[in-house]
C-alpha cells in the first residue's frame, strides 16, 4: 500500500465551497501529511494519505492469504512429519501475504531479502497465493 499525493486549492473567492470539498477528501483517507502556502489568491494544499478503502481491501487479501498458507503448511507439515515452522517460518508467512508473490523468482527476492532459506515448496507456496488471488477476484 502506497502514500498518494493530491492537491487542492482554497482560493479566496469560493472558499466555503472549496473547504466543503477538501472535507470531505479527508473523511475518506488516512492523511498522513498537510503542507500549505497560501500563494496570491487563495491557499494550496498538499495531502500525502493511504485511501482507506484500498487499505482495507489490501489488509483483506493479506488476511486470506495467510490463512491460505497457514491452512497448507499445516497439511505439509503433517505430511512430512514436521513441524509448520519447518515447513514455513511465521514470520515469512506475513511477508508472503505482504507481497503476494505469483512467481517462484518474487518468493525468492522475497525470502531472499530476509537472509533466509527459501523452501523447497516454493512452487506449492506460489500456486497457494496465486489461488487465492483467484478466488478474491471471482
Given at each position: 500500500?502506497?502514500?498518494e499525493i493530491r492537491t487542492f486549492t482554497i482560493p479566496d473567492a469560493a472558499a466555503e465551497e472549496a473547504q466543503a470539498h477538501l472535507s470531505a477528501f479527508l473523511r475518506t483517507v488516512e492523511v498522513q501529511r498537510i503542507?500549505?502556502?497560501y500563494a496570491g489568491d487563495g491557499w494550496r494544499i498538499?495531502?500525502?494519505?493511504?485511501?482507506?478503502?484500498?487499505?482495507e481491501e489490501s489488509q483483506q487479501i493479506e488476511a486470506a492469504i495467510a490463512a491460505a498458507l497457514n491452512s497448507w503448511r499445516d497439511k505439509a507439515a503433517a505430511q512430512a512429519g514436521l513441524t509448520r515452522d519447518a515447513v514455513l517460518a511465521d514470520?515469512?508467512?506475513q511477508e508472503i501475504?505482504?507481497?503476494?508473490?505469483?512467481?517462484?523468482?518474487?518468493?525468492?527476492i522475497i525470502v531472499g531479502?530476509?537472509?533466509?532459506p527459501l523452501s523447497r515448496h516454493g512452487g506449492e507456496i506460489v500456486?497457494?497465493?496465486?489461488?487465492?488471488?483467484?478466488?478474491?477476484?471471482?
Open positions: 500500500m502506497s502514500t503542507d500549505t502556502a498538499l495531502v500525502l494519505f493511504t485511501d482507506l478503502k484500498r487499505k514470520e515469512l508467512v501475504a505482504r507481497f503476494a508473490p505469483t512467481t517462484e523468482h518474487e518468493l525468492g531479502a530476509r537472509d533466509m500456486q497457494v497465493v496465486r489461488s487465492t488471488l483467484d478466488l478474491l477476484i471471482e
